[in-house]
């Protein structure tokens, strides 16, 4: 009798022990995709942190983030659009030409439901050459191998912004080469390329790979082509590489930029924007250790600075309650 009466405990325990870990209590635990960028690059650690931070938030139900490397800010823009993920870092003048249905989001149309959660690093034009390429400024990328960038990468048409304020196609080099950012330091250390382009925040481990790989340079943009980029599309800022980051770079180097944007959509529940927000907000001074590129990052210009698109609801309510709007 007693045998059989621990059998039929013990088949009540194990009945409550699987309806507490059923299919209906697990569907509770919430799950975010935050798009990122290449491993090697500010985007790709940032999302990691983020999620770090999330994933540890005493909130239920939990929030399970995960952040996986893409080709980078138009990449992300589109995923946020058709309900790929649910945040994403983009570059602040991406954020501009989507809300406005500009090249290269002008196939679907403006991304009105686009949502701006907080900004970080300022995102600079970074150009690379070998120091026997003979190339001193923008003007002597033509006729070399050049890395243009990964299409659907920021990088990609950040840099035909250029080539298209220089005139250049395409065919103005003797290779335009798409190669991801992991690749682009090997590439250049192998004469393979004279000169590798990239928007990243400084410092940047795919920058320090290319300019302790061979002997090379970062050369300035800037320049009449330049000036006339800058009147016209306000999106973009002047914004100097800072000196004293990289070997052989002791001076700042002139170039143009923006600002590295976490953003989401109008749809994302504001409770799991707001739980976000509040999970790096309340860890910032710890949250800024975590790249070198975030240690100058101010609470109130990451608020304001670099938001074109409308604030997330979530994350307006905690700056309410902060006091910081």
Not at 93 to 110: I, N, S
Not at 177 to 194: C, F, I
Not at 246 to 266: E, F, H, N, Q, R
Request: glycine share 10%; aromatic share 8%; charged share 20%.
């Amino acid at each position: 009798m007693n045998h059989q009466i621990r059998i039929g405990l013990f088949g009540i325990t194990l009945a409550g022990a699987l309806a507490m870990t059923s299919p209906g209590a697990l569907a509770q635990e919430r799950f975010v995709t935050i798009g990122t960028g290449g491993q090697t690059g500010v985007y790709y650690t940032a999302g990691q942190s983020v999620c770090r931070f999330l994933n540890r938030a005493e909130v239920k139900p939990a929030i399970k983030c995960n952040a996986p490397s893409t080709a980078g800010s138009v990449t992300n823009i589109v995923a946020l659009q058709k309900g790929e993920y649910d945040f994403g870092f983009i570059q602040s003048d991406h954020q501009h030409k989507a809300l406005q249905g500009l090249a290269p989001f002008d196939r679907d149309g403006a991304v009105d439901e686009l949502r701006a959660v907080f900004s970080l690093q300022s995102e600079i034009l970074t150009v690379v050459v070998r120091e026997d390429s003979g190339i001193r400024d923008l003007d002597g990328l033509e006729g070399k191998r050049v890395n243009i960038g990964v299409p659907g990468s920021g990088s990609r048409d950040t840099f035909e912004e250029v080539m298209k304020a220089k005139g250049w196609s395409n065919a103005s080099f003797a290779l335009a080469a798409e190669l991801k950012p992991a690749e682009m330091a090997s590439a250049l250390g192998d004469n393979n390329l004279d000169a590798i382009t990239y928007v990243v925040g400084h410092p940047s481990g795919a920058i320090q790979e290319a300019l302790t790989n061979v002997k090379a340079r970062i050369i300035p943009v800037q320049g009449e082509a330049i000036d006339a980029l800058l009147a016209k599309a306000g999106y973009y800022s002047s914004a100097p590489i800072p000196g004293g980051l990289y070997p052989g770079v002791d001076d700042a180097v002139p170039s143009i930029g923006g600002k590295a944007v976490l953003a989401t959509t109008s749809k994302t529940d504001p409770e799991v924007v707001y739980q976000l927000v509040k999970s790096v907000f309340d860890n910032l001074e710890r949250f800024k250790r975590l790249h070198p590129a975030f240690a100058e990052l101010q609470a109130e210009d990451m608020i304001r600075v670099g938001l074109t698109a409308p604030l997330h609801e979530g994350a307006e309510r905690y700056y309410r309650e902060k006091g910081w709007l």
